[in-house]
């Protein structure tokens, strides 16, 4: 069994302000020790389940985060990034058996997490099939686009909301909960046996959960919160600017558009 993980550190238990997840910051240690724990917990509950190989994407900001020691042998690690529009989920195709998202995030706009966002602090909502939707989403799309079933996540608990209402069958681990500018987190030993447990069970029964349906067309809407980030994402070829702040693409393909998202957000 092949397993690929993606790890963000906004849903790690504990994470709370910007400056956790900042590399620049010196709380960041802290933050990127659970993450690295967390990332181990989930890999070493997929080992347990006889997963032949675990990839690692280190997902979060310069994709610099984990510490590769914290993580158990016979799991492989991708750091930095390669500008593919696969993004969190570079090297993923359909050679994996499962996908499981460690340390996910609460979409913009959820009121569930002081750290919501979707994919960067330039936009205010990233919407669907005129749907907001979170990074999750796109996640499980694209493993479901390579016949991936996502079988796990772990994060805040509107993310974890988000998630079971799209994956039927979906193990989730919610770490903490968001009031406002706070959070509600469960011990980190804690969460880290909690995952360990969920990826070991999800993995063992992963061929009869996680599989979505995806729609025939996707519409992605970025609404940035300047209009000249939007009018500059709008030359992107097939994009258009439907309203001061807000670029539509259209495609059949998934493909074409993360491929999309990843330019428009370069700007």
Same mark, same amino acid.
Request: charged share 20%.
């Given at each position: 069994?092949?397993?690929? +993980?993606?790890?963000?550190?906004?849903? #790690?238990?504990?994470? /709370?302000?910007? !400056?956790? =997840?900042?590399? $620049?910051?010196? @709380?960041?240690?802290?933050?990127?020790?659970?993450?690295?724990?967390?990332?181990?917990?989930?890999?070493?509950?997929?080992?347990?389940?006889?997963?032949?190989?675990?990839?690692?994407?280190?997902?979060?900001?310069?994709?610099?985060?984990?510490?590769?020691?914290?993580?158990?042998?016979?799991?492989?690690?991708?750091?930095?990034?390669?500008?593919?529009?696969?993004?969190?989920?570079?090297?993923?195709?359909?050679?994996?058996?499962?996908?499981?998202?460690?340390?996910?995030?609460?979409?913009?706009?959820?009121?569930?997490?002081?750290?919501?966002?979707?994919?960067?602090?330039?936009?205010?909502? +990233?919407?669907?099939?005129?749907?907001? #939707?979170?990074?999750? /989403?796109?996640? !499980?799309? =694209?493993?479901? $686009?390579?016949? @991936?079933?996502?079988?796990?996540?772990?994060?805040?608990?509107?993310?974890?909301?988000?998630?079971?209402?799209?994956?039927?069958?979906?193990?989730?681990?919610?770490?903490?909960?968001?009031?406002?500018?706070?959070?509600?987190?469960?011990?980190?030993?804690?969460?880290?046996?909690?995952?360990?447990?969920?990826?070991?069970?999800?993995?063992?029964?992963?061929?009869?959960?996680?599989?979505?349906?995806?729609?025939?067309?996707?519409?992605?809407?970025?609404?940035?919160?300047?209009?000249?980030?939007?009018?500059?994402?709008?030359?992107?070829?097939?994009?258009?600017?439907?309203?001061?702040?807000? +670029?539509?693409?259209?495609?059949?393909?998934?493909?074409?558009?993360?491929?999309?998202?990843?330019?428009?957000?370069?700007?």
């Amino acid at each position: 069994m092949k397993v690929f +993980v993606s790890a963000d550190i906004e849903g #790690v238990t504990g994470v /709370t302000t910007w !400056a956790e =997840t900042d590399r $620049a910051k010196p @709380v960041f240690d802290a933050a990127r020790r659970q993450m690295s724990a967390e990332v181990a917990a989930a890999c070493e509950g997929a080992f347990a389940a006889d997963a032949d190989e675990v990839l690692v994407k280190d997902a979060h900001d310069s994709a610099f985060n984990l510490i590769p020691e914290l993580l158990p042998k016979g799991a492989e690690l991708i750091r930095g990034w390669s500008d593919h529009p696969l993004s969190m989920l570079q090297e993923i195709d359909d050679s994996f058996d499962a996908l499981m998202l460690i340390g996910y995030h609460a979409r913009a706009r959820a009121g569930a997490s002081p750290l919501e966002h979707t994919f960067s602090g330039r936009l205010n909502e +990233v919407r669907l099939n005129g749907q907001p #939707v979170s990074e999750f /989403t796109f996640a !499980a799309y =694209t493993a479901a $686009a390579y016949g @991936v079933p996502t079988v796990l996540l772990s994060g805040d608990a509107g993310i974890c909301a988000e998630a079971e209402a799209l994956v039927s069958g979906i193990a989730s681990v919610p770490v903490k909960r968001g009031f406002g500018a706070s959070t509600i987190s469960i011990q980190p030993a804690l969460a880290c046996d909690r995952i360990r447990e969920a990826a070991e069970m999800a993995l063992s029964r992963h061929s009869a959960l996680g599989r979505i349906d995806l729609p025939d067309r996707f519409a992605v809407e970025l609404d940035f919160r300047r209009h000249a980030s939007a009018y500059s994402a709008s030359f992107y070829p097939g994009a258009v600017l439907s309203d001061s702040t807000t +670029v539509r693409y259209e495609s059949d393909n998934l493909f074409e558009v993360l491929r999309a998202v990843i330019f428009m957000l370069r700007g």
